[in-house]
């Protein structure tokens, strides 16, 4: 993980402001998603970008009983008949 030597307070609502050199960086918009990760103490924030369930993909997605899933996989499973 690298640092950005960037350090913000919350405020009373338990909201942060992401400096606008970061955001730029990042490619993050506004009204952008972010997801939102932890692992052990460290919160990690990712421009939310759907993906495949098995394949982690991010073309040619489906929704199948509300789980994102690529052409290849589905076909592979059998959702998509194979071209």
């Known amino acids: 993980m690298k640092s950005t030597g960037i350090v913000r307070s919350l405020d009373n609502m ?7 050199e970061l955001r730029k960086m990042l490619k993050l918009g506004e009204k952008d998603p972010i997801e939102i990760f932890t692992e052990g103490n460290t919160i990690i924030l990712k421009k939310y970008a759907p993906c495949c369930t098995f394949c982690q993909d991010t ?25």
């Open 59 to 83: 073309e040619d997605l489906i929704s199948f009983r509300g789980q994102n899933v690529c052409a290849k996989c589905a076909r592979k499973l059998g959702i998509l008949a194979e071209d």
């Open 14 to 20: 338990g909201r942060l402001v992401l400096p606008i």
